[in-house]
């Protein structure tokens, strides 16, 4: 059965798009055949993934082809990154002016998973979606289509604010749009010594115990590095990597 996860929260710099690439990658070493989407309108994910950034087959137009009724191929919007020869569809700026069009259009919500009910994506195994750290339609379109989401928490502020938020959206998304969406957990990114890290993970230990993931990322200066050579961390063979494969086997056993 395929997997739909949506790498999600609505606050930034929290390793959404390191996450996102990073788990794809490893899970695709360890033999999945995996697809990333770039559902942000900044395209960091694309850009990491060394997309050519005057390319046009991009998720807006994609979703513009199919508001219009004329989507005939998707094949063309599937790139693979010459890097990681992973599999993607890459996003632009552009994207977010198409929030308009979409937040117009009768039965909104469900845009992208009705694109992702095409023949076409039945041979990957799991999808990741790259979301913006904002609550728009966007992101409701990502959990609408999800089975599941994974919520990255920086542990190096306190930002629980933003974790309850997303919690709250959830909840929302599956009382009205997709009961069946599954958080498959909270993800502390960025762990390091720090008593401000290490006060975030016992606050995450004692208040969502159950839904914490027992993989933790540390914070490295590697990830920056990662980012501008346009390489995974999983290809590059990096600390951050082998964490990145652990979160990937911890998802593998959890979604069996
Ligand atoms: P988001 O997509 O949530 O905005 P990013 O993945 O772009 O977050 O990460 C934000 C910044 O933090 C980037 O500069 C990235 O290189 C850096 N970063 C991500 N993960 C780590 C980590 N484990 N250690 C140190 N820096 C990290
Ligand atoms: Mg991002």
Same mark, same amino acid.
């Given at each position: 059965?395929?997997?739909?996860?949506?790498?999600?929260?609505?606050?930034?710099?929290?390793?959404?798009?390191?996450?996102?690439?990073?788990?794809?990658?490893?899970?695709? %070493?360890?033999? +999945? #055949?995996?697809?990333? =989407?770039?559902? /942000?309108?900044?395209? @960091? &994910?694309?850009?990491? $993934?060394?997309?050519?950034?005057?390319?046009?087959?991009?998720?807006?137009?994609?979703?513009?082809?199919?508001?219009?009724?004329?989507?005939?191929?998707?094949?063309?919007?599937?790139?693979?990154?010459?890097?990681?020869?992973?599999?993607?569809?890459?996003?632009?700026?552009?994207?977010?002016?198409?929030?308009?069009?979409?937040?117009?259009?009768?039965?909104?919500?469900?845009?992208?998973?009705?694109?992702?009910?095409? %023949?076409?994506? +039945? #041979?990957?195994?799991? =999808?990741?979606? /790259?979301?913006?750290? @904002? &609550?728009?339609?966007? $992101?409701?379109?990502?959990?609408?289509?999800?089975?599941?989401?994974?919520?990255?928490?920086?542990?190096?502020?306190?930002?629980?604010?933003?974790?309850?938020?997303?919690?709250?959206?959830?909840?929302?998304?599956?009382?009205?749009?997709?009961?069946?969406?599954?958080?498959?957990?909270?993800?502390?990114?960025?762990?390091?010594?720090?008593?401000?890290?290490?006060?975030?993970?016992?606050?995450?230990?004692?208040?969502?115990?159950?839904?914490?993931?027992?993989?933790? =990322?540390?914070?490295?200066?590697?990830? @920056?590095?990662?980012?501008?050579?346009?390489?995974?961390?999983?290809?590059?063979?990096?600390?951050?990597?082998?964490?990145?494969?652990?979160?990937?086997?911890?998802?593998?056993?959890?979604?069996?």
């Amino acid at each position: 059965m395929m997997k739909i996860i949506t790498i999600g929260n609505q606050k930034g710099g929290v390793a959404k798009t390191t996450t996102t690439m990073n788990l794809g990658v490893a899970l695709q %070493e360890l033999g +999945k #055949k995996v697809l990333l =989407i770039d559902l /942000d309108p900044q395209a @960091s &994910l694309s850009v990491y $993934l060394n997309h050519n950034l005057n390319d046009k087959y991009t998720i807006d137009r994609l979703i513009d082809e199919f508001i219009n009724d004329e989507v005939k191929n998707v094949e063309k919007y599937i790139k693979t990154s010459e890097n990681d020869k992973i599999d993607y569809i890459p996003s632009k700026a552009r994207l977010s002016a198409l929030e308009k069009e979409m937040d117009t259009r009768y039965s909104r919500e469900f845009i992208l998973k009705e694109i992702l009910e095409n %023949e076409y994506f +039945k #041979k990957y195994e799991y =999808i990741l979606i /790259d979301t913006c750290p @904002s &609550l728009n339609i966007l $992101l409701t379109n990502a959990l609408t289509c999800s089975t599941d989401i994974i919520i990255p928490v920086q542990s190096q502020f306190f930002t629980m604010d933003s974790l309850n938020l997303m919690l709250e959206t959830i909840t929302k998304i599956k009382k009205y749009v997709n009961s069946n969406l599954n958080i498959l957990g909270i993800l502390p990114t960025m762990v390091d010594n720090t008593n401000m890290s290490k006060e975030v993970i016992e606050y995450l230990k004692e208040n969502y115990a159950n839904k914490l993931l027992d993989t933790h =990322i540390s914070r490295l200066v590697e990830a @920056s590095e990662s980012t501008a050579f346009k390489i995974s961390l999983v290809k590059m063979n990096k600390r951050l990597g082998k964490q990145y494969t652990e979160l990937a086997n911890e998802i593998l056993r959890k979604s069996h």
